[in-house]
């Protein structure tokens, strides 16, 4: 690994750092944005959509492990060697933003919203912190690798729809904080870009 990327990596990951919003002068100013729109998603739930919103959240890990298995399956049937590195990539790039995620979380131990403002009412209560939002970094990680990968608009356009809907699920389902999922967002985005490298 040369010099001038872990320059580089340091740097994106810097960047995300530099986003979080906890400590600026604005932060009662954000925090009630974050709370208001939390509060305002909840009272807007139907049945179906909560179920959907569900669904997509609940599976979002297998999403994010049958993209690289599925490209590298696909490399290693049709002897495609630069789709087995893609797999690698999209992998690699996972494993770097979960470092990183988990290391947020234990840094900034944010709270989660329906803890912190018993006016949040989540449809359930998942554990561990709330910033960032891993769902929104781990899709973030995926959708921007593979369409890193294989750059066409039939690529792209599914995996950040997928991407945005997941993230948006967070905030639905009243267990993130928008910043929280912004961040992630963000953290996912750099983590796929840092690992370019890897590559065909």
């Known amino acids: 690994m040369s010099t001038t990327f872990k320059k580089y990596m340091v740097v994106l990951q810097l960047t995300c750092l530099a986003a979080v919003p906890f400590h600026s002068a604005a932060q009662s100013t954000i925090q009630d944005f974050d709370d208001k729109v939390l509060i305002d998603l909840s009272h807007h739930r139907t049945a179906q959509k909560t179920a959907f919103f569900m669904f997509l959240s609940k599976y979002n890990s297998a999403v994010n492990l049958a993209v690289p298995a599925g490209l590298f399956a696909g490399g290693v049937i049709g002897g495609d060697k630069d789709m087995r590195q893609n797999a690698l990539y999209v992998t690699s790039s996972s494993a770097v933003n ?6 947020l979380k234990k840094i900034f131990k944010r709270q989660r919203p329906f803890l912190a403002n018993v006016k949040i009412q989540a449809v359930y209560q998942p554990g561990q912190y709330s910033f960032p939002s891993g769902h929104s970094s781990s899709s973030f990680t995926t959708a921007t690798a593979l369409s890193q990968a294989y750059p066409k608009w ?3 356009a599914p995996a950040y729809l997928w991407a945005g809907t997941v993230s948006y699920s967070r905030l639905y389902l009243g267990v993130h904080y928008p910043t929280d999922v912004a961040t992630g967002a963000l953290l996912g985005t750099t983590s796929a ?5 890897i590559k065909p």
Request: net charge positive.
């Open 98 to 103: 979960f470092l990183f995620t988990m290391a």
């Open 154 to 156: 039939y690529v792209i």
């Open 193 to 197: 870009m840092s690992m370019r490298f």
